[in-house]
């Protein structure tokens, strides 16, 4: 699942003080209301600060913190965690843990694409890590922590994008945001160009830099065309995008980015993390599917999607990584992945190098569940990608549908709602995989049939 930013500074952020002065009183069920009273807590401030609460007292920041949080409840984007279990072996069934006990259920949203967190491959090269490495790293990079685990997986990464040299974080966001926040900061007068639906771990790795940015229209190779023309020739420039974005699926034209950045001296940094394992030969992401993966400059992945472990990684030249080794905090002061963790993730990598089964198999299940939406009008965005985005257009339906599949139906599919997706675009986010059976199908289906004429929801004409 992948949580999105505004680019244009309009992120909660900016407004969250000026929200929480217009609260009156804290909500009735406050187990801390009494934190709240009197009135005093926290009142307006005067002068230039006026209309910004004032905290006087840890009571006050209570206040605000609860304020906020009912304001989040009374829009019904207020996130709640499913407590799962996963089942080893069983996926994509899980256990829920509730208040109540325990239910069994069907998850339709996990960024496991293709069940490789229970492969045997995996979780035996895991279990072997363990049992030779022990459990940590013992250290950061730097000082103890490079274990020959990450080193095998950085070869392993790099041979699968087709590049010299690979460098592996704790995390896909640590990646972007260590990785653009260091080039953005270092380059001499760099400028950051980057597609208006950027992952918020790139826009706050652009951020973070303090770099000069301009955003270009999603997908918009022309703009991106424009907008860097009127920016000095001899500027460096970065042009950041992704391959397939998680919320709508739809996928970029890298070749037509590239011939872009070319034409403009720009250097290219691709987030392939929705679709490293998916799609390619070798499951490279969709630079290898297009062809194009030498004219990117640098690809970020993820290696807790598809892959089905967790970590980031950049891939790139050996001048650019080995940079990025050298100059990013992000990268040097944190303690490095499990080398267990590492294992896994080679053996996923080989594995999905080698085998397009479970590639194939989850495109089709991906078309079945497509097909039987379309047979009962339930709308869903029509995309290239794995990712079907079903639209609801209102956050509190979108939470009641979600709640209703998973307390009645046993089906779990995490509500999407702003500042995730834009307000109006509220969905349920379904990401089949290649363990989904055809009586999933059909239970999910029925489910989604009943709940859409218990909300009056439109139906999508044929
Ligand atoms: C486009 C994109 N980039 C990066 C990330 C972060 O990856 P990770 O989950 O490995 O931190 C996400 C997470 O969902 C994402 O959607």
């Known amino acids: 699942m992948t949580d ?8 909660h952020r900016s407004d969250d003080v000026a929200d929480a002065h217009q ?3 804290p909500p009735a069920t406050c187990p801390a209301a009494h934190l709240a009273a009197p009135r005093s807590a926290p009142e307006d401030t005067h002068g230039e600060n006026a209309g910004k609460p004032a905290f006087h007292k840890p009571g006050d920041f209570e206040w605000f913190f609860r304020r906020k949080l009912s304001g989040l409840r009374e829009a019904g984007n207020y996130r709640v965690f499913a407590e799962l279990e996963r089942k080893k072996g069983n996926f994509p069934k899980a256990v829920r843990h509730t208040s109540d006990g325990q239910q069994d259920v069907t998850v ?6 293709l069940g490789m967190g229970q492969m045997a491959c995996v979780t035996d090269a895991m279990h072997h890590a363990i049992e030779t490495c022990g459990a940590g790293a013992g250290g950061t990079r730097n000082i103890s922590g490079t274990n020959h685990q990450h080193i095998l997986l950085e070869r392993e990464l790099a041979d699968l994008h087709g590049k010299e040299s690979a460098l592996i974080f704790s995390s896909g966001y640590v990646s972007n945001w260590a990785s653009l926040g260091t080039l953005g900061a270092t380059i001499p007068d760099c400028v950051i160009a980057s597609d208006a639906l950027n992952h918020a771990s790139m826009i706050e790795g652009i951020r973070h830099s303090r770099a000069d940015k301009f955003i270009w229209k999603h997908n918009d190779p022309e703009d991106l065309d424009r907008k860097l023309a009127e920016i000095d020739p001899a500027r460096p420039k970065i042009v950041a995008f992704e391959s397939v974005y998680s919320m709508d699926g739809d996928i970029a034209p890298i070749a037509e980015i590239c011939d872009v950045a070319e034409a403009h001296g720009a250097m290219t940094y691709l987030d392939e993390v929705h679709a490293v394992g998916m799609y390619g030969p070798r499951g490279a992401g969709i630079a290898e599917r297009d062809g194009v993966m030498d004219r990117v400059t640098m690809i970020e992945g993820t290696l807790g999607k598809a892959f089905g472990v967790m970590g980031g990684y950049v891939t790139g030249t050996a001048a650019v990584c080995d940079y990025i080794r050298s100059f990013s905090s992000g990268f040097i002061f944190t303690t490095a992945i499990p080398p267990a963790v590492a294992a896994g993730a ?11 089964t479970e590639r194939d198999r989850q495109k089709e299940r991906v078309a079945k569940v497509r097909a039987a939406l379309d047979a009962n009008g339930i709308p ?4 290239p990608s794995h990712i079907i985005p079903v639209m609801v257009g209102d956050p509190k339906k979108c939470k009641f549908i979600s709640d209703v599949l998973l307390d009645q139906f046993g089906i779990y599919i995490q509500p999407i709602n702003y500042p995730t997706v834009p307000k109006g675009t509220e969905r349920l986010r379904i990401t089949p995989s290649p363990l989904h059976t055809d009586d999933d199908i059909d239970h999910l289906i029925s489910a989604l049939n009943e709940l859409w ?10």
């Open 108 to 113: 339709w949203c996990s960024n496991d694409y």
């Open 4 to 11: 999105s930013l505004r680019q244009d500074g309009s992120s």
């Open 453 to 462: 004429s218990h909300c009056a929801l439109s139906r999508a004409v044929a």
């Open 380 to 383: 869903h965005q029509p995309n």
């Open 346 to 356: 080679t053996a996923s990598i080989r594995h999905l190098k080698a085998s397009s």
């Open 23 to 25: 609260a009156d009183a």
